[in-house]
């Protein structure tokens, strides 16, 4: 008996080896590969995005945002996460300022990717409104308004973590949170502001729109100007960007929902070491998972956009002769 136990034992601190393993092998590689692909590809967005033409366009505006709010977080969050998850080391548990902000930061600078896409889903809709009030809320000043509003806003809604964070002892040394309430409750809070809440506004917002399109399709006339024809062409690709876009994080933040609303509703439930290994498994892909979403827009524009292309391309040409 005492052998069968002993064996039992043993087989499954292997399988918790083995998981703990496939963690941290498979966050050496798939950080590598998200900091390449997102500091790339975000650059590239930039890139296109404040080309002069599109630099006052208020859908670009938002896309710009996101894409400089993602490429910054990147470059900072993910490293970080390699040295603690890939390497264990933890350069946060030095200094409490350095625990609490790097939370902090972790949290408003990934929100704020996902919001800026939001808005960009609304700018669309409003700018496809047959409304011409309604199309006015679609401009260069509303959106130069909006984005530090934006900013701002992500700041206090996420101002607790500040408070919450701090160096705990037992049973290792981390930076986390020593308030089971808070816990749950910053979990279910980050699922609304980054999960759930924006992949719901941009679907909504992504139907209104089509709906929009289908009222206001007319059948062209010769009355209609070339200025008039290639406005209406670009305001269709950047209303594909937006919709392809939207769907794309949409899904990828809804995985990562998934992942923190399992979390939070297990959060007081008693868990055996081996089904905490697989629940810090099950945690790693879905946040994976949402990374290589942002790491990765700028496929997303280039497949769903032609102008996207030309204007990359073509502001290389303008480089190059």
């Not at 548990?93 to 609304?122: E, G, M, N, P, Q």
């Not at 308004?145 to 290792?172: D, G, K, M, N």
Request: aromatic share 14%; hydrophobic share 45%.
């Amino acid at each position: 008996m005492s052998s069968s136990s002993t064996t039992t034992s043993a087989s499954v601190q292997n399988e918790i080896n083995t998981i703990n393993s496939i963690i941290v092998i498979s966050t050496r590689y798939c950080s590598l590969i998200i900091i390449v692909l997102g500091v790339v590809c975000n650059l590239l967005n930039i890139y296109v995005f404040t080309r002069p033409q599109l630099r006052r366009n208020p859908c670009c505006m938002y896309f710009l945002s996101s894409s400089i709010t993602t490429l910054v977080y990147i470059v900072i969050n993910v490293p970080l996460r390699l040295l603690q998850m890939g390497f264990n080391i933890d350069p946060m548990l030095d200094s409490l300022i350095a625990c609490k902000f790097k939370y902090f930061f972790t949290y408003t600078w990934r929100s704020l990717s996902v919001w800026f896409l939001v808005h960009a889903s609304v700018d669309r809709f409003l700018h496809s409104s047959s409304n011409a009030n309604v199309r006015r809320w679609s401009s260069y000043k509303i959106a130069r308004l909006v984005i530090p509003l934006t900013f701002l806003v992500a700041q206090l809604a996420y101002a607790h973590v500040l408070v919450f964070y701090e160096i705990l002892t037992s049973p290792r040394r981390t930076c986390s949170i020593g308030n089971k309430a808070y816990n749950i409750f910053l979990g279910i809070w980050h699922v609304i502001t980054y999960g759930t809440g924006p992949a719901l506004l941009m679907l909504i917002f992504s139907l209104l729109t089509i709906r929009h399109v289908r009222q206001r399709r007319i059948i062209p006339t010769a009355s209609h100007s070339i200025e008039e024809n290639q406005r209406s062409s670009g305001d269709n690709h950047f209303l594909r960007m937006a919709l392809a876009q939207c769907v794309f994080i949409a899904i990828a933040t809804t995985i990562y929902a998934v992942g923190q609303w399992y979390t939070t509703l297990t959060a007081e439930q008693s868990k055996s070491s081996l089904q905490v290994a697989i629940d810090n498994l099950f945690y790693f892909w879905t946040g994976t998972i949402s990374a290589f979403g942002h790491a990765t827009t700028f496929f997303i524009f280039t497949l769903s956009s032609k102008f996207f292309r030309e204007q990359l391309f073509r502001r290389r040409r303008g480089r190059i002769y």
